[in-house]
């Protein structure tokens, strides 16, 4: 029998995903120097903007995820799995 999903459900596979992804970068980095293709990585993300007001106050957003290839195997695997659970 299938359960139905819930909106939080996707907030805690958000927080798998990263969980294994940050899990994943660790284990990547220990294992680069034996295996040089775990060594690369990934940029995700958009370059900062800035909105200033008046120039009285000015805000800066952005967000970049750097990763590298086993830690976004890893995340995917891991998020998925546990999510299931």
Known sequence: MRRSR???DYL?????LALGAFVGDI???LL???IPVLGRYGQL???P???NLLHL???TF???FRLNALGAIFAVILGLFLWWK
Do not use: D, Y
Not at 12 to 16: A, N
């Open 6 to 8: 819930k909106s939080g």
């Open 12 to 16: 805690i596979l958000l927080v798998f």
């Open 27 to 29: 284990v990547g980095e």
């Open 32 to 34: 680069a120097p034996h």
């Open 45 to 47: 993300g958009f370059s």
């Open 49 to 51: 903007v800035s909105v």
């Open 57 to 59: 106050v000015e805000f």
């Open 62 to 64: 952005g967000v970049s």
